[in-house]
């Protein structure tokens, strides 16, 4: 039975390229060309690889670096010099050897408190180039042979002076490094990188005085890349927010996303599987304790949580680090938000003003209406007057005689009258009934 071979698989590359407006040259006739991609299976291997955001990140702070690089050569050394295009690749360090070809010159650019150095190669044309300028000399003809020891001093001197700009790039993370050159004019590999390690490389496409575009490299391991944008990041985090050089237009039409955590808890996997509708999970957070509001992924301030127009809502507490210690809002059932509210009394008198106390007992009793003034107030004198004269009391007596008025009669008087009675009406009745009457 045949071994398998115990090499490991070959990383898929990663590539990020931009073409500057020198290399594009007429945009409107400009047809990229295809580029056919090899896919290859990066198996469990590559751990310390670079994700798209980070390869993006990289790209962006190298592209900074080269713009202030090229224009302080063009202030200070003279030079013409154009920007045509800027490129990341993530591979590995043996496939990138793998890609340089013709005379270089190869330094390393050592950082503080880290053990792994940036490779930095340069072509060796344009190498060249920046030692004439430094010296106050143009171009001559170019040449493949090696650099002298008097040439490796001016451009390693030339290098290090605008190392502060490649420090600024990275948010200044790390101190100044240093720069030593390893080798010219042939690549060696470096010892202390694996072979089939991952690596990172940012190459610039330069062209001076109008000469053929040359490249310049800065290569990084993997893992000492990734801990340089961590700590970037960290940096960047902390970095306060300025708004100042824009315009009110602008600053209207940027929305930052906002979020607050109420807190957080952790459950076992036998607690979340009796989780039923109605139980109560507890936070790691007090009652008193400052809510983390998020804006964006810069900053966060400590809030108060609360309600408003019926909305969850968050008062700010404060802008600083320190602990925020916040007074618990009360309580209020939902039986309390239901009754209606008493309308405002008519009058809004001080207690002391209601009090009987205060008016004493004779006033009092005069206030008090007694029924003859009621008689009287309400049938004055005049009235009474006005009323004897229009019913006077002989009228009334001539209107009513007693003279005139029938006497009473009963009822036999009314049904039998004397008149019309005789004696022999009274015969027929016997004696005993005459007797009773």
């Avoid at 700009?165 to 100044?176: P, Q, S």
């Avoid at 009473?408 to 009314?414: C, P, R, V």
Wanted: charged share 30%; aromatic share 8%; net charge negative.
């Amino acid at each position: 039975m045949a071994e398998r071979s115990a090499s490991k698989p070959e990383i898929a590359s990663q590539k990020r390229v931009v073409k500057l407006a020198p290399a594009v040259g007429d945009w409107t006739n400009y047809r990229p060309p295809k580029v056919l991609v090899k896919k290859v299976k990066s198996g469990l291997y590559g751990f310390d690889r670079l994700s798209r955001e980070e390869l993006d990140r990289i790209l962006v702070i190298h592209y900074r670096f080269i713009q202030e690089f090229l224009k302080r050569l063009k202030i200070d050394l003279a030079m013409g010099v154009e920007f045509y295009s800027c490129q990341v690749e993530q591979t590995t360090y043996l496939n990138f050897l793998r890609t340089l070809s013709g005379p270089v010159v190869q330094g390393k650019i050592s950082i503080p408190n880290l053990y792994e150095s940036v490779q930095l190669i340069c072509e060796l044309n344009l190498a060249n180039s920046i030692i004439n300028y430094s010296l106050g000399s143009r171009d001559i003809e170019s040449s493949s042979r090696g650099l002298t020891e008097a040439e490796n001093t001016v451009l390693s001197t030339t290098i290090i002076e605008y190392l502060p700009k490649f420090t600024a790039a990275f948010e200044n993370v790390f101190a100044n490094p240093g720069f030593t050159i390893a080798s010219s004019p042939d690549i060696t590999l470096d010892p202390s990188i694996s072979a089939s390690s991952t690596f990172v490389a940012f190459t610039a496409e330069i062209s001076v005085n109008d000469n053929p575009p040359e490249k310049i490299h800065f290569g990084y391991p993997g893992s000492m890349l990734k801990a340089l944008v961590k700590t970037y990041y960290e940096k960047e985090k902390q970095k306060p927010l300025n708004f100042n050089r824009l315009s009110a237009a602008v600053l209207g039409k940027i929305f930052i996303p906002v979020s607050a955590v109420l807190g957080k808890t952790w459950l076992s996997t036998s607690d979340l599987n009796m989780l039923e509708t109605g139980d109560v999970v507890s936070l790691d957070l007090p009652i008193n304790s400052a809510v983390n509001l998020a804006l964006g992924s810069l900053l966060k301030l400590p809030a108060q949580p609360g309600i408003k127009n019926k909305k969850i809502a968050v008062r700010i507490a404060g802008f600083g680090e320190e602990e925020v210690q916040i007074t618990p809002p009360a309580l209020e059932t939902g039986e309390e938000e239901k009754k209606p509210v008493p309308p405002p009394a008519p009058e809004e008198l001080p207690e002391q003003e209601l009090a009987p106390e205060e008016l004493p007992a004779e006033e009092m009793i005069e206030e008090e209406l007694t029924e003859e003034e009621i008689g009287e107030e309400s049938f004055p004198e005049e009235e009474e007057e006005g009323l004897e004269e229009e019913f006077p009391e002989e009228e009334l007596v001539e209107e009513n005689p007693e003279e005139e008025q029938p006497e009473e009669k009963g009822f036999l008087d009314e049904n039998f009258p004397e008149e019309e009675l005789t004696e022999e009406d009274f015969e027929e009745f016997p004696e005993e009934e005459k007797k009773e009457e």
